[in-house]
């Protein structure tokens, strides 16, 4: 985008940082419209087109008009509070002297009193409590002005030294001794002993939930009374106590990957806004923990965050504690975590300056964020959710890159327990109640003996010969077949998150490894398994910190799911393979989550506003469709929006070959692409195109394999020597890195010479990565990547959507001319036509990443040449989409295209 000398006035209403084009001023203003109206918005905007830059300006802008009301609401609420204490005071009161009077009499009798005052007595009582509440606003605008006023000196501060102020390294004598306490020490048994477990009524569930010392003592440090003592004097303390008590309102925008997440901070930090924005960035202990005795490179992300819990919540004697963990450090960190815009990398730093935890700072920075950024499985995850605090009551969802959302929330909820995880769980709780069998509470043997029969079950169905190797079944037939279905998995759920037992057995196996090491044995009860089996497996894996019984109690935990939200895919061996390659093989139950919809509703439901933004969105359909098909209500709050693409139309040409070069027809389905004659049709269509084609030309086949058998074509028929005269020719590998190809293709286009790279439709380089410019003056789609419709998973998926559910009563209104009404259903053959659509459009929208970009896209099928598929294109491509009655004609329009552009 190029800056303006002269900005117009809509860029100063959104403090955009350039001049902005039509489609983002467009795309701000119906964000901010759709916050204000309490939407859940679904808006498309082709990559390249400036969309992370339009988010924040259109929802920042909403938040700053809005900050004056956040106060006010904040007094509003403070009075409610205020009239709820006074009112259940004096119905406590009363009933204290009759009993039987009703809560709401109770009520009614104060508000009969203030009716039979004075008028001159309410009229000054209520010019009192207007006093007040202005007087309580004008408090909570200082609060804030003193905040931003302390931030700004510290950003000044660390701008102008580089690095965070003096006293952020201060620390007292305590936090030193903590930080060198770090020592190994002898663990006792009892602390891998598990509590007395009571909670099996669910009246009494919340009177035994355990609380989490963690976030209760962050939270004390940011309230003032952990403070107390910092050494930063009274008034500071005293500001902190303040501010942690504000409610601040927040922008919580997430995306799936790391990467995605550090350019969305770069972008805030482009604008007006990344001078003052408290922005906060979550992620997870393993790319925070600053601890390099629990952080080891070598340690999965389940051990570290195994060790780090261990490590801050030991008590004396028992495991060494954290010196990273300074709960009292927690409001400084805040402080410098939002003096200037930061990612996980400045955090990072940030934590080894201060010589304290990041992941906690980061947690406690959320508080008084006004923009939290994080990934999506911190957001959607309940349990990770929760565990975090993260409230979205009130606030504002982004969803970035949210074509993904469906498949991600699938693959979140969906779980995998192979046979080698559960013959591990199987003994690891065996050993710990071997162990610990004469001090165990009578209510935790009950609840061990349970889990141990439910594994002992699922590992011997596991272990049964099965002619068909993979079937899909539903949960009902699935816990009947295995002879579980008289146990109450509602109840073991609760005990494994209220009982601490996974994390108790966890350490107890780290102790016990040493023992299993030097007796080679185990004292085990039968599995009813093969003892040669047992052992093999059991003695190389016994020990392993993650969790085989953490993924044991999220399988349980999938079970509860309703039946027709989910299915069980199973693998088993078949018979000729013998039992030992039954359990070390591939042998699994997976739980596959087939209903999005019940795991997001809650936050849409919560949260102020949603926004779902992506570059390819549509059809709009596919997605609304898996996520309001019950929720009639909040498909009301829906808005819709697509735009097109900043290019002028003659920086881009899409041609529909249905011929090659010598007349083969282009139909590169199941039945036809095998065909060597169209391979090699396809190979001397590639050689000509790239003769006219400047640059880079990237090429997407359906699927490896394809890509791999046109490859091996092409090098016997000599077409790769033809191609190479013209361009070097690099492949996506499956198994591999696409960095080191990707950064080579790169690297020879940059010296000006021209390559070709084979790519997958839906694999690595299929989305997420740009190639812009020279990287991609030209994108040859080959064929349709339609799924295997004999995927029994798909049949599962299928099925559940031609489920008879009620019909949508009103379609969602639209704010582009562009953009489709929704159907009131989608048919399992739509869904199956939009998987393919959507992963062709993902490939398509690789090239055009800015205004003065230009490339040209050829899709080689005849099917292309559908209206129902032309239909299911990016809307940004449909204006220049012409089909060629024959390689020639073809052939000429991207001569003409290029020779346009020189």
């Given amino acids: 985008l190029k800056q303006s000398s002269s900005v117009s006035n809509m860029a100063l209403h959104f403090s955009f940082p350039f001049e902005p084009y039509p489609i983002q001023t467009d795309f701000m203003r119906e964000l901010y419209n759709g916050i204000e109206e309490n939407k859940i918005c679904i808006f498309e905007s082709p990559t390249g087109t400036g969309k992370s830059l339009s988010i924040i300006c259109g929802a920042m802008k909403w938040l700053r008009d809005h900050e004056n009301e956040e106060i006010e609401e904040e007094s509003a609420c403070k009075k409610t509070q205020k009239e709820e204490v006074v009112l259940h005071t004096n119905a406590r009161a009363k009933r204290t002297t009759k009993k039987e009077s009703s809560s709401s009499s109770d009520i009614e009798d104060l508000r009969s009193l203030e009716d039979s005052m004075p008028a001159w007595l309410r009229n000054s009582h209520a010019k009192a409590v207007e006093n007040k509440e202005k007087e309580q606003q004008e408090k909570t605008r200082e609060v804030l002005i003193h905040q931003r006023a302390r931030l700004k000196r510290l950003r000044e501060e660390e701008l102008k030294k580089g690095q965070p102020m003096k006293r952020a390294r201060s620390m007292d004598g305590d936090t030193k001794r903590i930080a060198q306490s770090y020592q190994s020490k002898k663990q006792s048994d009892d602390q891998h002993l598990v509590s007395e477990y009571y909670s099996d009524n669910d009246e009494d569930a919340e009177a035994f939930k355990k609380d989490n010392q963690v976030l209760r003592e962050l939270d004390e440090a940011l309230k003032g009374k952990a403070t107390k003592n910092s050494g930063f004097g009274d008034d500071w303390d005293e500001q902190q106590e303040e501010e942690a008590n504000l409610k601040t309102r927040k922008i919580f925008y997430c995306s799936r990957t790391h990467s995605q997440l550090t350019q969305f901070v770069n972008e805030v930090k482009s604008t007006i806004y990344g001078r003052d924005c408290k922005l906060a960035s979550l992620g997870s202990r393993k790319n925070l923990c600053v601890n390099e005795q629990v952080n080891k490179p070598d340690s999965a992300t389940n051990q570290v965050n195994d060790k780090c819990l261990d490590m801050v919540q030991a008590k004396e004697g028992a495991t060494p504690s954290c010196g990273y963990y300074t709960p009292h450090l927690a409001p400084l960190f805040k402080d410098h975590a939002h003096a200037i815009i930061r990612d996980i990398e400045d955090l990072v730093g940030l934590g080894k300056a201060f010589h304290s935890c990041p992941y906690y700072g980061s947690r406690a920075s959320v508080v008084s964020a006004e923009l939290v950024v994080l990934p999506y499985q911190m957001l959607l995850h309940k349990p990770t959710r929760e565990s975090l605090g993260i409230d979205v009551k009130g606030n504002i969802v982004i969803i970035d890159e949210a074509h993904n959302l469906i498949d991600s929330i699938n693959q979140m909820y969906s779980v995998e327990l192979t046979a080698k995880t559960l013959?591990?769980?199987?003994?690891?709780?065996?050993?710990?109640?071997?162990?610990?069998?004469?001090?165990?509470?009578?209510?935790?043997?009950?609840?061990?003996?349970?889990?141990?029969?439910?594994?002992?079950?699922?590992?011997?169905?596991?272990?049964?010969?099965?002619?068909?190797?993979?079937?899909?079944?539903?949960?009902?037939?699935?816990?009947?077949?295995?002879?579980?279905?008289?146990?109450?998995?509602?109840?073991?759920?609760?005990?494994?998150?209220?009982?601490?037992?996974?994390?108790?057995?966890?350490?107890?196996?780290?102790?016990?490894?040493?023992?299993?090491?030097?007796?080679?044995?185990?004292?085990?009860?039968?599995?009813?398994?093969?003892?040669?089996?047992?052992?093999?497996?059991?003695?190389?894996?016994?020990?392993?910190?993650?969790?085989?019984?953490?993924?044991?109690?999220?399988?349980?935990?999938?079970?509860?799911?309703?039946?027709?939200?989910?299915?069980?895919?199973?693998?088993?061996?078949?018979?000729?393979?013998?039992?030992?390659?039954?359990?070390?093989?591939?042998?699994?139950?997976?739980?596959?989550?087939?209903?999005?919809?019940?795991?997001?509703?809650?936050?849409?439901?919560?949260?102020?506003?949603?926004?779902?933004?992506?570059?390819?969105?549509?059809?709009?359909?596919?997605?609304?469709?898996?996520?309001?098909?019950?929720?009639?209500?909040?498909?009301?709050?829906?808005?819709?929006?697509?735009?097109?693409?900043?290019?002028?139309?003659?920086?881009?040409?899409?041609?529909?070959?249905?011929?090659?070069?010598?007349?083969?027809?282009?139909?590169?389905?199941?039945?036809?692409?095998?065909?060597?004659?169209?391979?090699?049709?396809?190979?001397?269509?590639?050689?000509?195109?790239?003769?006219?084609?400047?640059?880079?030309?990237?090429?997407?086949?359906?699927?490896?394999?394809?890509?791999?058998?046109?490859?091996?074509?092409?090098?016997?028929?000599?077409?790769?020597?033809?191609?190479?005269?013209?361009?070097?020719?690099?492949?996506?590998?499956?198994?591999?890195?696409?960095?080191?190809?990707?950064?080579?293709?790169?690297?020879?286009?940059?010296?000006?010479?021209?390559?070709?790279?084979?790519?997958?439709?839906?694999?690595?380089?299929?989305?997420?990565?740009?190639?812009?410019?020279?990287?991609?003056?030209?994108?040859?789609?080959?064929?349709?990547?339609?799924?295997?419709?004999?995927?029994?998973?798909?049949?599962?998926?299928?099925?559940?959507?031609?489920?008879?559910?009620?019909?949508?009563?009103?379609?969602?209104?639209?704010?582009?001319?562009?953009?489709?009404?929704?159907?009131?259903?989608?048919?399992?053959?739509?869904?199956?036509?939009?998987?393919?659509?959507?992963?062709?459009?993902?490939?398509?929208?690789?090239?055009?990443?800015?205004?003065?970009?230009?490339?040209?896209?050829?899709?080689?099928?005849?099917?292309?040449?559908?209206?129902?598929?032309?239909?299911?294109?990016?809307?940004?491509?449909?204006?220049?989409?012409?089909?060629?009655?024959?390689?020639?004609?073809?052939?000429?329009?991207?001569?003409?295209?290029?020779?346009?552009?020189?």
């Avoid at 009578?442 to 596991?462: G, V």
């Avoid at 279905?485 to 759920?493: G, Q, S, T, V, Y």
């Avoid at 439901?605 to 933004?613: E, F, H, I, K, V």
Wanted: with cysteine.
């Fill in 423 to 902: 013959a591990q769980a199987h003994a690891q709780l065996e050993q710990y109640r071997v162990k610990y069998r004469d001090r165990l509470h009578p209510s935790n043997k009950q609840y061990i003996d349970k889990i141990l029969f439910i594994t002992k079950q699922l590992l011997n169905y596991l272990h049964k010969p099965s002619d068909t190797e993979e079937i899909v079944i539903d949960m009902n037939e699935f816990l009947f077949e295995t002879k579980i279905d008289n146990m109450n998995l509602f109840r073991i759920h609760k005990y494994f998150q209220r009982s601490e037992i996974i994390k108790k057995v966890n350490g107890f196996c780290e102790d016990y490894l040493l023992e299993v090491q030097t007796n080679n044995q185990f004292k085990t009860n039968d599995l009813g398994l093969d003892a040669t089996v047992n052992f093999e497996i059991l003695a190389s894996d016994f020990a392993k910190h993650r969790p085989a019984l953490g993924t044991v109690a999220s399988f349980f935990q999938s079970l509860t799911n309703e039946a027709y939200d989910g299915v069980i895919k199973i693998r088993r061996s078949n018979p000729s393979k013998d039992k030992k390659q039954s359990l070390e093989g591939s042998n699994y139950v997976q739980f596959v989550l087939l209903n999005p919809e019940v795991h997001i509703q809650d936050v849409m439901r919560d949260c102020r506003a949603m926004l779902l933004a992506g570059g390819t969105m549509q059809p709009f359909d596919q997605l609304t469709y898996q996520l309001f098909r019950r929720d009639q209500q909040q498909l009301q709050r829906l808005k819709l929006f697509s735009c097109g693409h900043v290019i002028p139309p003659e920086n881009l040409s899409t041609i529909i070959f249905s011929a090659g070069p010598t007349g083969q027809k282009f139909t590169f389905d199941y039945q036809s692409r095998g065909n060597t004659d169209l391979i090699v049709d396809l190979g001397n269509f590639v050689a000509n195109v790239c003769t006219v084609i400047p640059d880079g030309v990237v090429i997407f086949f359906t699927s490896y394999a394809y890509q791999q058998q046109v490859q091996q074509v092409w090098e016997e028929k000599g077409i790769h020597r033809r191609i190479e005269q013209k361009k070097t020719i690099y492949h996506e590998q499956q198994n591999a890195s696409a960095e080191t190809v990707l950064n080579s293709y790169s690297l020879n286009i940059q010296q000006g010479r021209g390559c070709l790279l084979t790519c997958v439709m839906g694999g690595k380089m299929s989305e997420g990565i740009n190639f812009k410019d020279k990287m991609a003056r030209g994108v040859i789609v080959v064929g349709m990547p339609y799924p295997n419709v004999n995927d029994p998973l798909l049949k599962s998926k299928m099925q559940y959507l031609n489920k008879a559910l009620p019909p949508r009563t009103e379609a969602p209104s639209t704010t582009s001319p562009a953009t489709p009404t929704l159907k009131s259903s989608i048919s399992s053959d739509e869904y199956y036509e939009n998987l393919c659509m959507n992963t062709i459009n993902q490939s398509i929208g690789r090239s055009i990443r800015h205004a003065n970009d230009y490339a040209c896209i050829i899709l080689c099928d005849s099917r292309y040449c559908r209206p129902k598929v032309q239909q299911k294109l990016p809307k940004w491509i449909s204006g220049s989409i012409t089909s060629a009655p024959n390689f020639g004609s073809g052939y000429k329009k991207i001569v003409q295209f290029f020779k346009a552009k020189k």
